[in-house]
């Protein structure tokens, strides 16, 4: 029992993965509003070395979870038959195509027709990294994680810190961006989040086995779940003040929020990786 971040390298690999993700679509699309000003589109391109700083993060993450670097290539093994090699698969091909856009688009070597193309199979290839994610838990012997709750927390990720982070990226750049829009997204995402976790913790009293409590796992279940929320809410209140006072959030309060909305999803990913139990004997719920 416990609060799951004994899985630290699998928590950080797979909020950073699913943050990096929102954040590209939403500052792609922000790199494609800028189609009259080059100056602007070049810094936002600068400005998207961060993306795949944290994707580096997450990956090294991920590797440490191995044991050992040696062992990296040996998860690819089954790619197409093992959801885990899809999943580092996916991840790959997202982080290769995406920096390699970042590259030739920063250093000015990319055709702009090829350039749109380029970031949009990166967006989509994102997509099917976090789908990817998302398939590795759905195990059948793991009732707690064997569900719709994983797929829907895993997307909701994306939504709540993504678009932030694109949102600093794009201020820093000093973009054109249509905030709000994407600010009530991540309000939205918070909401149906607060719903999840409301009904889920609610489920963990119908799952046990003949050895196991679904909801003595966590014994901090509902007491982490508020500050995880908390954190949601300030963070992205770091950002929604500003604009309720029409006001442009500053790229401090803006780093300021991102932070506390990634510290929030970390807490909630450590649960999840808490919540874990196989079936054993029998299985009820």
């Given at each position: 029992?416990?609060n799951g971040?004994?899985?630290?390298?699998?928590v950080l690999?797979?909020?950073?993965?699913?943050?990096v993700?929102g954040a590209?679509?939403?500052?792609?699309?922000?790199w494609f509003?800028?189609?009259?000003d080059?100056a602007?589109r070049?810094?936002i391109?600068?400005?998207?070395?961060?993306?795949?700083?944290v994707m580096?993060?997450?990956?090294l993450?991920?590797i440490?979870?191995?044991?050992s670097?040696?062992?990296a290539?040996n998860?690819l093994n089954?790619?197409?038959?093992?959801a885990?090699?899809?999943?580092?698969?996916?991840?790959s091909?997202?982080?290769a195509?995406?920096?390699?856009?970042?590259?030739v688009a920063?250093?000015?070597?990319?055709?702009?027709?090829?350039?749109?193309?380029?970031l949009?199979?990166?967006?989509?290839?994102?997509?099917?990294?976090?789908?990817a994610?998302?398939?590795?838990?759905?195990i059948?012997?793991?009732?707690?994680?064997?569900?719709g709750y994983?797929?829907?927390?895993?997307?909701l990720t994306?939504?709540?810190?993504?678009?932030?982070?694109?949102?600093?990226i794009?201020r820093?750049?000093?973009?054109r961006?249509?905030?709000?829009?994407?600010?009530?997204?991540?309000?939205?995402a918070l909401l149906?989040?607060?719903?999840v976790?409301?009904?889920q913790g609610?489920?963990?009293?119908a799952i046990?086995s003949?050895v196991q409590q679904?909801?003595?796992?966590?014994p901090?279940y509902?007491r982490?779940?508020?500050w995880r929320?908390?954190?949601?809410a300030?963070g992205?209140?770091?950002?929604?003040?500003?604009?309720?006072?029409?006001?442009e959030?500053h790229?401090?309060?803006?780093?300021?929020g991102?932070?506390l909305v990634?510290?929030g999803e970390?807490?909630?990913?450590g649960?999840?990786?808490?919540?874990h139990?196989?079936?054993?004997?029998?299985?009820?719920?």
């Open positions: 029992m416990g971040w004994h899985e630290w390298p699998l690999f797979t909020v950073f993965g699913q943050c993700v590209l679509i939403v500052s792609g699309l922000g509003a800028a189609k009259d080059a602007s070049q810094r391109v600068r400005g998207m070395f961060f993306l795949w700083v580096g993060l997450g990956f993450a991920s440490m979870h191995l044991g670097p040696f062992r290539f998860s089954r790619v197409g038959a093992s885990l090699s899809n999943e580092i698969a996916a991840g091909v997202f982080f195509v995406g920096g390699f856009w970042w590259l920063v250093l000015g070597k990319i055709p702009e027709a090829l350039g749109k193309i380029w949009l199979v990166s967006m989509v290839l994102g997509v099917v990294f976090v789908w994610m998302t398939r590795v838990y759905q059948d012997t793991v009732p707690t994680w064997y569900n994983t797929t829907l927390a895993f997307f994306v939504f709540l810190s993504g678009p932030l982070f694109a949102a600093l794009l820093a750049a000093r973009a961006f249509n905030g709000t829009t994407f600010a009530s997204i991540s309000v939205l149906v989040c607060a719903a976790i409301i009904m609610m489920s963990l009293g046990h003949s679904a909801s003595a796992l966590v901090d509902g982490l779940q508020v929320v908390v954190l949601l300030a992205l209140g770091c950002w929604i003040c500003p604009l309720v006072r029409r006001k959030p790229v401090a309060g803006l780093l300021l991102l932070i990634l510290g970390i807490i909630g990913r649960l999840f990786y808490g919540l139990m196989t079936v054993g004997m029998a299985i009820a719920g």
